[in-house]
């Protein structure tokens, strides 16, 4: 297993931000955390990263207490989220050539050409972080994100601020990495039709708690409680958001 | 430690001044507005009749000396407010980056900046003013490791204040110095102070270099005492800063902050 989480709680003061979440990852997998405002999606994916100290539990990545060998596997996974940037004033190169230094990217040049050519973003190159919209910064952010190779990438919401034609291309693109490199992604996620299309397994938070998991399939059965053909994870959603 | 991930952190802060008219203004305009100032101040001060004999050196030379523990000290503190400006602290810390690492590249980036800014002081003094720290320098040294040794150790303080409690202490980074610059003697001697006062002068080791200083510019004297007691005091602040800033650290950690900085 890639990664394995066992028992893991957050609390702040009196809230259960996480409370008991087991799961584990096996590598090659793309797997959806998923859930309404408050699920406690975005706080599991910083325990995971070391940036938040859990209350209790563990967390095990590539077989290693991440307590304990957190910078080597910081530098053997990658993570991105819209709702992080990149200093404005910095060219998008000069943000890359930063983090692949962080990384020790060897030929660095040459990957950081590549990976905006994939992202279709190369004309930016030279344009400050802090004049590009959105989209384009989440794209920089993803490039960033696959700087060096990583075997296990954690997305926070990838096409949250992308158009719908945007999304598709940057969906298209994560999954063609994906099926060349075998990487390892878990990614959290608002947009169903991300995670129906990319996930082979989801894990459904609510309130901080695993209230299902499996194939998107086998988790509308569950909480849909009926017989369904094809996953409906929109609306999955929303039964779990009314409750 | 390792050497790439410091350069990295060199690298985006040499970017930063690159393209950040406030770090170029920092570094050389402010250090320049400041000696010029003072210049003129030692020039209306020469025409006085009872002017004590190496007043004006003095001056210049605390004017010197405290724009380097200030900028220092500063450009700390802003140089890690610049990641949590650009909201680029989580990039950073989910990445193998290690927090000694981040630090390091900040104190090379800025110590060289510091000292830029202390250059261009000492030569405006020279070309405008006539005054010329440079023979005085080998044993200004010292006292300048000393000074730089306490600016690190309040800046890396500061930085674990606005990591715990966030920008509602940003203040502080350009504050401190300000705050201990009355009992640092930078401009009058120990002695200026009341008595009461000078037990607590004693305990910074600002006060030790500029007495040093003058010890150096008026009677061409070393002081060893000063210097030791300086040193002394630096390794006890040094290490009492890092505590803190450990603890503050680990404390935003557990409550979740590192990823609300902003």
């Known amino acids: ?243 | 430690m390792k050497s790439y991930r410091i350069k990295a952190v060199i690298l985006r802060h040499l970017y930063e001044v690159r393209h950040n008219g406030n770090h170029l203004s920092n570094m050389i305009y402010w250090p320049i507005v400041n000696i010029v100032v003072w210049g003129f101040f030692t020039i209306y001060l020469r025409h006085s009749d009872r002017l004590q004999p190496g007043l004006v050196n003095c001056l210049l030379g605390a004017v010197i000396l405290w724009g380097l523990f200030n900028s220092f000290q500063r450009d700390i503190a802003v140089g890690f407010l610049d990641e949590l400006w650009s909201r680029n602290l989580v990039n950073l810390f989910a990445s193998p980056l290690s927090v000694s690492e981040y630090v390091t590249g900040l104190i090379a980036v800025n110590l060289g900046k510091a000292i830029i800014g202390l250059i261009a002081e000492a030569g405006i003094a020279l070309l405008c003013y006539h005054y010329n720290v440079f023979p005085v320098f080998p044993s200004l040294l010292p006292f300048l490791l000393n000074l730089a040794l306490f600016a690190l150790a309040v800046g890396i303080a500061v930085t674990g204040l606005i990591f715990r409690y966030t920008t509602k202490f940003q203040t502080m980074a350009w504050s401190v110095a300000g705050l201990l610059m009355p009992l640092s003697c930078v401009f009058y001697p120990l002695k200026s102070l009341p008595e009461w006062l000078q037990g607590a002068a004693l305990a910074l080791p600002t006060t030790h270099c500029f007495e040093g200083m003058r010890a150096v510019i008026e009677r061409g004297a070393f002081s060893t005492s000063h210097f030791a007691w300086g040193l002394e005091l630096n390794v006890l602040y040094f290490v009492l800063a890092a505590w803190f800033f450990r603890l503050m650290f680990e404390s935003a950690q557990a409550r979740g902050l590192l990823v609300k900085l902003d």
């Open chain 1, 1 to 243: 297993m890639l990664v394995v989480v066992e028992h893991l709680t957050k609390r702040f003061g009196n809230l259960r931000a996480v409370d008991n979440v087991s799961f584990a990852v096996q590598q090659g997998e793309i797997v959806g955390l998923v859930g309404p405002n408050g699920a406690g999606k975005t706080t599991t994916v910083h325990m995971l990263l070391g940036l938040i100290t859990p209350s209790s539990g563990r967390i095990a990545l590539f077989g290693k207490e991440l307590h304990k060998h957190r910078r080597e596997i910081l530098q053997r996974l990658n993570f991105t989220s819209p709702y992080m940037a990149l200093p404005g004033r910095l060219t998008v190169l000069e943000n890359l050539r930063v983090f692949a230094q962080i990384y020790n990217v060897g030929n660095s040049t040459a990957k950081i050409v590549g990976l905006l050519e994939q992202f279709r973003i190369l004309h930016l190159s030279n344009k400050p972080i802090a004049r590009l919209s959105s989209g384009e910064s989440t794209r920089v952010g993803l490039c960033k994100a696959f700087l060096n190779d990583p075997e296990l990438l954690l997305f926070d919401e990838p096409t949250a601020y992308l158009d719908p034609q945007g999304a598709m291309q940057v969906r298209d693109i994560l999954l063609e990495l994906q099926a060349r490199r075998g990487t390892t992604i878990l990614i959290t996620s608002h947009n169903m039709r991300d995670i129906q299309r990319m996930c082979g397994r989801v894990f459904f938070l609510n309130r901080g708690r695993i209230i299902a998991s499996g194939t998107p399939i086998e988790v509308t059965r569950e909480i849909l409680n009926e017989h369904r053909v094809t996953p409906a994870l929109d609306e999955v959603f929303l039964r779990i958001a009314q409750q």
